[in-house]
């Protein structure tokens, strides 16, 4: 999944990286799995407001899991490399790279430096360097989180609810919108249809967000959430309606 | 039959309570000794069943409020009936349960079948008589505790004082009295003023059993707080503050996640409290606030598949802990229908499975083993066999006996001591 070569670990057993690889590898291994948790961790956010009754516990330790990666960012100096950087289309990698995370299986023989984006990767621009989408793709998704968190409590009425979604949402969305129409058809042109399914792509990443991704864990039984997934999405066809709008324009 | 979420023994130890996510309550009753079933005695059979909580809807908010029952708590008993409390994200309702073993006959207004007589066919009075009936247990409503929590309640408490119990949600703590339904008392109310600022949720609350004044209430940060009733009406001023300095080398993302406290329990005695977190249950001495007194690592093996039980969601689950009736042992459950108990003096911990194939009736469990290593022994299972769907959340143990109620999804089992 990583770098060629290198055995994957889960995340908190870095310490535990046994001289397989350099220890110049080691370091962006654990920024990209740092990144691939805080999108994770985003996306169960997401997910989580999308539910019809969140458990508020669950989610404000997903939050201050979020900030304190965001914190830890901040003081490594990545997140203020972000923020000098344009985003480009670095908005939706932010919601695909979750998918990245939750495979479960990788084929080794991939030999690029990036991990795969599986079905959503066929017309994308993915031979980019991984490092650089990542760096500024921290930024939208950062964003992102504060709007969350301010939205996410409060649960009073349900037209705020959608409000406040379509709020969080809007802001994921909102670099597409500032693009040049040029820009934004060149974005648009090399990225499959299938992408804008919002539906299928989250709820793909949902289904895969089930199964372990680390190596030793491949008999992982996930338990499977069949009703949040139907709950999912029928308020992600709502979400449909907007992205066909974004499209359009 | 539907996923139990929760079990209590009552006092004596005579009833055992459970409550599942279709919102019934099975009532089951300890089987008396007899001289011709003497091996009947510590057999538990169902005594009473019924609908405590109905799914309802919140117009305003459009959500559903889920019938599951999250807690019951049996009230002492004071007279022929038993009383319980139980309740729901929203509700707590207390139910009278009685038996019926005697019917009335001659009345004089209505015939046996319970149609009215006719006036002019009354031509004497008669006192009507008690006759045999079967057994009947039957369970009524008593009072409905309801619109006092915006947030999921997640425990109630029954006061030493058997007249007052507390309510907890995820951010605010109510009093009641058991004879009043309209209102209650706000004990204490961590919601900031902005909602944005939230960083902590209240996960369990329990008075203490013995100081009607005291109770303690557990955070997701992995804090105790203690307070005292007597001090101000509104306890957000802790007493006590029981929290233990994080270990710097074990740090990581997850390490406020596994640090939040599933549940908490006092040692019948008074003088511990037990709280679970997602890898250990700790015992603390209430005088003492910087540390725990005892820790037990339940599946220590875990840690370092962190990232994975993050991404499934394991990692939030509640798992409860219970004393045994003299606090000499503590019980908690795991995965794979695994359970736990330790023994406090000697340090001796035992792993057992709750499942069909191992429990037998009148069977002894075998000790299960988990292999942490790379060399498997025979019976011993690895880590990544492990069934993370077959969870033990929920324990009980009988207040005076070794006899243990283990909840594992959809089943219970009920273990015991081995007699000879």
Redesign the interface.
């Known amino acids: 999944m990583f770098v060629r070569g290198l055995k994957r670990k889960c995340f908190d057993g870095e310490e535990d990286i046994e001289g397989t690889l350099a220890g110049i590898k080691a370091i962006p291994s654990y920024n990209l799995q740092r990144q691939s948790l805080l999108d994770m961790s985003l996306v169960k956010l997401q997910l989580c407001h999308m539910l019809v009754e969140p458990n508020l516990c669950r989610s404000v330790l997903i939050a201050n899991t979020v900030r304190q990666i965001q914190e830890e960012m901040t003081q490594d100096g990545t997140w203020q490399m972000i923020n000098t950087q344009s985003t480009g289309q670095a908005s939706l990698d932010r919601l695909v790279s979750t998918d990245i995370l939750c495979r479960s299986s990788r084929d080794p023989a991939e030999g690029k430096h990036v991990p795969g984006y599986g079905t959503f990767s066929k017309d994308f621009e993915s031979d980019q360097a991984q490092d650089s989408s990542e760096t500024m793709s921290t930024a939208s998704s950062v964003q992102a989180p504060r709007n969350l968190q301010s939205n996410m409590w409060e649960m009073e009425t349900p037209q705020e609810n959608k409000g406040n979604f379509q709020k969080s949402l809007d802001q994921i969305f909102e670099t597409l919108e500032n693009k040049s129409p040029n820009s934004v058809e060149d974005l648009f042109s090399e990225v499959d249809n299938s992408y804008y399914d919002l539906d299928t792509m989250l709820t793909g990443m949902m289904s895969n967000t089930k199964m372990g991704h680390c190596d030793s864990l491949e008999t992982f039984s996930s338990p499977t959430n069949t009703a949040s997934n139907s709950n999912c999405k029928s308020d992600l066809n709502d979400l449909d309606h907007i992205v066909e709008i974004l499209v359009e324009s | 039959a539907d996923i139990i979420s929760t079990v209590e023994f009552n006092y004596t130890g005579d009833l055992l309570a459970t409550g599942d996510k279709g919102g019934r309550v099975v009532i089951f009753q300890r089987e008396q000794e007899t001289k011709s079933r003497p091996l009947s005695r510590g057999e538990y059979n169902v005594y009473s069943t019924f609908q405590s909580h109905e799914p309802e809807f919140d117009y305003?908010?459009?959500?559903?409020?889920?019938e599951k029952i999250n807690k019951i708590r049996w009230l002492p008993q004071q007279n022929a009936a038993h009383f319980l409390l139980s309740t729901n994200?929203k509700t707590i309702k207390l139910w009278k349960i009685s038996e019926r073993d005697k019917r009335a006959e001659g009345y004089n207004l209505k015939d046996e079948d319970g149609r009215l007589r006719e006036p002019f066919r009354i031509t004497e009075l008669r006192v009507p008589t008690l006759k045999p009936m079967d057994l009947m247990v039957e369970a009524s409503p008593r009072r409905t505790f309801a619109n006092a929590h915006t947030?999921?309640i997640n425990s109630i408490s029954v006061n030493s004082d058997y007249a007052t119990y507390l309510s907890a949600d995820?951010?605010r703590i109510n009093l009641w009295h058991l004879e009043v339904t309209n209102r209650s008392f706000n004990i204490v109310d961590i919601k900031p003023a902005n909602?944005?600022e939230?960083?902590?949720?209240i996960?369990a609350a329990e008075f203490h059993p013995h100081q009607c004044n005291t109770f303690v209430y557990s955070s997701?940060k992995g804090t105790i707080r203690l307070c005292d009733m007597r001090s101000s009406a509104l306890c957000d001023q802790h007493s006590k503050f029981f929290e233990e300095p994080e270990d710097p080398s074990s740090r990581?993302?997850?390490s406020?996640?596994i640090s939040?406290i599933s549940d908490v329990k006092f040692s019948h005695s008074g003088r511990y409290m037990m709280t679970r977190d997602y890898l250990s249950v700790k015992v603390w001495d209430l005088n003492m606030e910087n540390r725990p007194v005892e820790t037990y690592q339940v599946h220590e093996y875990l840690?370092?598949?962190?990232?994975?039980l993050?991404?499934?969601?394991?990692i939030?689950d509640k798992f409860e802990c219970c004393w045994n009736g003299p606090d000499s042992t503590i019980m908690t459950g795991s995965y794979n229908n695994f359970f736990r108990t330790f023994e406090r003096n000697t340090h001796r911990d035992i792993t057992l499975e709750a499942s069909r194939e191992s429990s037998r009736p009148r069977a002894i469990l075998k000790p299960r083993k988990v292999c942490t290593t790379g060399k498997r022994k025979k019976d011993e299972i690895s880590v990544?066999?492990l069934?993370?769907?077959k969870k033990i959340l929920h324990t009980a143990w009988h207040p005076s006996e070794n006899i243990i109620a283990v909840a594992a999804t959809n089943n219970l089992y009920l273990f015991q001591e081995k007699i000879n």
């Open positions: 305003l908010k459009s959500l559903e409020i889920e994200d947030y999921h995820d951010l909602m944005e939230l960083m902590e949720v996960t997701s990581s993302f997850f406020e996640i939040s840690r370092s598949k962190l990232c994975s993050y991404e499934n969601d394991c939030f990544d066999s069934d993370f769907n």
